[in-house]
């Protein structure tokens, strides 16, 4: 193959180049300013390259120069980061490790050395079969964390801890205990003096203090919050600072910098129970053209860079929402007052202002440093109401009102319908709220809907990150992106065949109008949980970093998260650098690696604080239904394996686990094709999809599982599953009668 040379140079120079990091050929084609037939050049230069032993492809088609992976015997430092529910996990090589590997390193099951989350390890490494760096953990060189939460119990008269949250086979001696008003089953906090051995055996922990009792709901939250080490308050130095803002802060000023819109028409749109609101929409409609603004809370201007309020935030990366309380990332003096939008009070904002002709092409976008006023705050039901039954608000909000909801509603609604069209996914699984009463005990629960009033806001907000991560690239500055990277080709592969396996016809499912129609055809049918999750899982994991690699899932080249600083830093570096540029500072942009270790901290957090708060509504969940058991629900089956099924209730959103002992007594069989469990006995067939009557037979509080029984399979059992077809039925039936004649034969036998 004939190759130019002097792109092969260029090529090569820069990826032995100290400040490379391993890139698609895509992302080296911009760095290197390739047009559209030098990039295909490209392509066919680094493929040979490969061939010629100079360049490596590492997973996901990373392109790296030969020492990237280095020899059997090369090791390396990082963070372990475990695989959520199994037993492997990935190392992220520390940024000083130069000559070697720049992405996440895969652990296998075994070869974790009993690291946890956050440790600090070192690795040897070596190339899988599979492509990429491949390892095993040689030594846990400093542990992340020392303090857990755990149930004290004794276990042949020694007092043990079993911790949380941690793959420790064997519960931990905490010696003498004599003195501790503490009694069998409490909730404790504990350190670790001596961890478990690496089969998870033997350490030692000695008690700092007694939770409560593990019988006592209240505590649920406190315990979740010390398992992911979540702050219960801020220091005293955060709270003197905030309050120093809130003294010198003037609601009436309108500096000279700053816009002045409080004469145009504003709305908030939020939760009713909200208690923060970072953004407000203004629009309005001219000939042949929108003119949107989406105003943001001006959160930087109480929070200085390297303040204690700025330090303290950027710690906790994130507010943490959970069931019963909120962790905020900024104290409330801020948060709830200073820098919320709220109604009929002057607020400072930055507001990005795009203008939209009628066939939704961008025709201007501006950032300002703002003063607004909210006219009325609405909530997502009054919205909804109204876009029901208009009449009945015209008198209660005013004609301006109402016709500005109009107007939001057609333009959001026209912004959605472009996105999919282009090939945007909707794949979100729905959220979980739980119905508490006053003494955090839970009364009920249910699914949020993503309803119009939703997707009005969810539509202003995307736009408003895009044109801002736009805008700042246009200029070529390093900021923290919102990273979306493109599935593994193997993963799509494995979703290929589940698709298939449900008897659903699919084309390449690498082709995301595929996977969308996919999306569509199980929608509002059994299946729809089933097979968003599978997708999700097929995804790659959402993350914050200064790469230029897009966002998958809403197919846009440019994205950032903008909108929300009242609770995530990454938009707040986002709104320091709109600063800086505003203000014409000659060097706006913080370094690379500085954003790479800032985008991997706030990730972690995020990730952090999605976990508590799945953990904490499992586990009150489970403690309202430890009350029921022996009670039935209405279920579907969302999740089929070989020793059992996972069953979604319909009513109540938790997951309970069927164990194959537990199904009506027969010898099961897993069979991947259909997802299902088959037994012998006609009727004994469980399939993805089923919808079936369950009954509560355990609780079990300190692995946090629920566990059912199957009462009755309501579903057909061939017409459970869309797609299948008269041939496959036939088929399928042919091959049940041929089991139960072999099965006469061997008992004549």
């Known amino acids: 193959m004939k190759i130019s040379h002097e792109l092969a140079d260029r090529l090569m120079r820069l990826v032995v180049s100290a400040d490379y990091r391993p890139s698609k050929p895509k992302q080296i084609a911009t760095k290197l300013k390739l047009d559209l037939d030098e990039t295909r050049e490209l392509k066919r230069v680094i493929k040979q390259l490969v061939l010629e032993g100079r360049l490596v492809f590492g997973s996901n088609h990373l392109v790296m120069s030969v020492g990237a992976l280095g020899g059997p015997s090369d090791t390396l430092r990082g963070t372990f980061r475990k695989a959520i529910g199994s037993g492997f996990g990935f190392v992220r090589p520390n940024h000083s490790d130069e000559g070697l590997l720049k992405e996440d390193v895969f652990i296998p099951e075994g070869k974790t050395k009993g690291a946890l989350e956050g440790d600090l390890v070192e690795v040897a490494i070596r190339e899988s079969r599979r492509g990429g760096a491949e390892g095993s953990i040689l030594q846990i060189l400093e542990r992340a964390r020392r303090q857990f939460t755990g149930t004290f119990r004794y276990q042949n008269g020694h007092a043990v801890v079993t911790v949380d949250g941690v793959p420790f086979k064997a519960p931990i001696s905490v010696g003498d205990i004599r003195g501790l008003p503490i009694e069998s089953e409490d909730k404790v906090f504990v350190e670790i003096v001596d961890f478990p051995n690496e089969a998870g055996d033997g350490g030692e922990a000695v008690i700092l203090e007694r939770l409560g009792s593990n019988k006592n709901p209240a505590i ?67 000939e042949g053209r929108w003119r949107l603004w989406v105003h943001i809370a001006d959160v930087g201007h109480f929070v200085k860079p390297h303040s204690p309020i700025d330090e303290e935030a950027q710690k906790r990366g994130t507010s943490v929402y959970l069931p019963d309380r909120v962790v905020p990332m900024i104290p409330e003096i801020i948060s709830n007052h200073l820098a919320s939008l709220q109604p009929n009070k002057q607020r400072y904002a930055k507001t990005v202002e795009i203008e939209f002709q009628d066939d939704l092409t961008i025709s201007h976008t501006q950032v300002h440093h703002t003063v607004i006023r909210s006219d009325i705050r609405l909530d997502y039901d009054q919205v909804d109401q109204y876009l029901s039954t208009p009449e009945l608000f015209i008198d209660k909000w005013g004609e301006p009102i109402c016709r500005l909801l109009e107007d939001m509603h057609r333009l959001a609604m026209q912004l959605r319908k472009s996105r999919f069209k282009r090939g945007s996914l909707s794949m979100d699984l729905p959220d979980v709220k739980l119905d508490l009463d006053r003494s955090g005990k839970v009364k009920g629960a249910f699914r949020v809907e993503h309803t119009e009033s939703h997707q009005i806001i969810e539509e202003f907000m995307l736009a408003a990150n895009q044109a801002v991560a736009t805008w700042l690239d246009d200029q070529q500055l390093n900021f923290l992106r919102r990273i ?123 990730r ?75 009727g004994n067939r469980f399939r993805l999809g089923d919808q079936i009557t369950v009954r509560i037979s355990k609780v079990d509080l300190q692995d946090r599982q629920l566990f059912f029984q199957i009462v009755k399979n309501h579903s057909a059992h061939l017409d459970a599953i869309p797609g299948r077809t008269n041939h496959q039925k036939s088929k399928y039936k042919g091959k049940r009668k041929k089991e139960r004649r072999d099965k006469k034969k061997r008992r004549r036998r």
């Open 220 to 286: 649920d939250t406190i315990t979740i919050m010390r398992q992911y080490g979540l702050p219960e308050g801020f220091p005293e130095e955060v709270i003197r600072a905030a309050r120093l803002e809130a003294d010198q802060f003037q609601d009436n000023d309108i500096p000279a910098e700053r816009r002045d819109l409080t004469d145009l028409l504003t709305v908030t749109i939020d939760p009713h129970d909200a208690r923060d609101f970072d953004d407000a929409i203004s629009i309005e409609r001219e």
């Open 484 to 606: 979306h990277p493109a599935p593994d080709r193997r993963k799509i592969r494995q979703l290929e065949n589940f698709v298939k396996d449900l008897g659903i016809s699919a084309d390449s499912l690498e082709n995301r109008f595929e996977i969308q129609r996919v999306l569509n055809s199980v929608s509002g049918t059994p299946l729809e949980d089933a097979v968003n999750f599978a997708v999700l899982k097929s995804m790659s994991k959402a993350v914050y970093g200064p790469e230029s690699e897009g966002h998958f899932a809403l197919d846009m080249h440019h994205y950032c998260h903008f909108t929300s600083p009242i609770r995530r830093y990454p938009d707040l570096t986002v709104h320091r650098l709109i600063d800086n540029l505003l203000r014409n500072k000659s060097t706006p942009d913080e370094p690379y690696p500085m954003l790479l270790k800032m985008g991997h901290h706030c990730s972690d957090m995020e």
């Open 608 to 682: 952090n604080a999605a976990l508590a708060e799945r953990e904490l509504i499992q586990l009150k969940l489970l403690h309202f239904l430890n009350k029921h058991i022996g009670e039935t629900l209405d279920a579907v089956i969302s999740r089929v394996f070989a020793d059992g099924a996972y069953a979604r209730c319909t009513k109540m959103p938790v997951d309970g686990f069927v164990p194959v002992a537990e199904l009506p007594t027969d010898n099961y069989r897993f069979e991947r094709r259909g997802q299902m469990l088959i037994g012998f006995r006609e």
